[in-house]
């Protein structure tokens, strides 16, 4: 078990506690000493979170993509770092995702009935909304709007089918979701292989730029609840010098 203190940033007061209060929850965690301020950049909301340390990530994933929150610090309290022989310099802060790392949401919701009405031919779509995102938001948005439409797609053609376990949900659901957009793409063992990604080349990135595809994997196989809460990763990249884009699934 772990302590860790929240301090989330939000333009809404309204629902904030609730809402905050329902992901950490979901996450397998206790809610403790929620306090909520006014704070410059709007509503402050300091709350502990008690629970496991193998789900903070998760539960970490899951405030940077709520739609309240505009930017959040974790930070170990104090009495953990005295247990851990630190002083409270070494290491407060133990994870930051400032605003302006945060996905530009009011860009991606007005693309997003575009692309629902375009699907699949949204490559040239993508790129261009791509191309006009500030560079540091780039990774955040994209991912975001993988995301909202891998969860839109399953929604749409999947949502009455069989519960499938991970490694049928990849090959049943993630693969035909991308070969309609994406040509070629094949399973490789538990990955995805994706051979000509149009984020390769387009010059907007340094590194790996599929970030979009990592949202749409996401979405697709986190939207039906019952596979837990699964993260993609992209291993691989042709925008790094790979030979393919290989997308791997981890927990
Ligand atoms: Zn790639």
């Known amino acids: 078990m772990i302590d860790v203190e929240f301090r989330i940033v939000s333009d809404h007061r309204d629902g904030l506690m609730l809402g905050m209060g329902q992901i950490i929850m979901a996450s397998g965690f206790e809610v403790l000493r929620p306090k909520i301020s006014a704070c410059d950049e709007g509503t402050l909301l300091a709350v502990t979170a008690r629970g496991p340390q193998q789900k903070l990530l998760e539960l970490q994933d899951r405030l940077g993509s709520h739609p309240l929150v505009r930017s959040f610090e974790a930070r170990l309290p104090e009495t953990a770092l005295a247990e851990a022989g630190k002083t409270p310099v070494d290491a407060v802060v133990i994870a930051s995702v400032p605003a302006d790392a ?25 790129l261009d909304f791509d191309r006009g995102l500030d560079s540091g938001k780039r990774e955040a948005t994209m991912r975001y709007v993988g995301t909202r439409v891998g969860a839109w797609l399953y929604k749409r053609d999947y949502t009455l089918g069989a519960r499938l376990d991970l490694a049928d949900s990849i090959r049943q659901i993630a693969l035909p979701a991308l070969r309609q957009w994406l040509g070629a793409v094949e399973a490789s063992g538990a990955n995805l292989r994706v051979s000509d990604s149009p984020f390769c080349g387009s010059g907007l990135h340094h590194g790996h730029s599929c970030h979009f595809i990592r949202g749409e994997l996401e979405g697709l196989l986190n939207e039906s609840g019952h596979l837990g809460r699964l993260r993609v990763v992209e291993s691989e990249c042709r925008n790094a010098g790979n030979a393919a884009c290989v997308f791997e699934f981890t927990t």
């Open 102 to 126: 945060m996905p530009d949401r009011a860009a991606a919701e007005l693309l997003l009935p575009q692309l629902a009405r375009d699907y699949p031919k949204i490559a040239k779509k993508l």
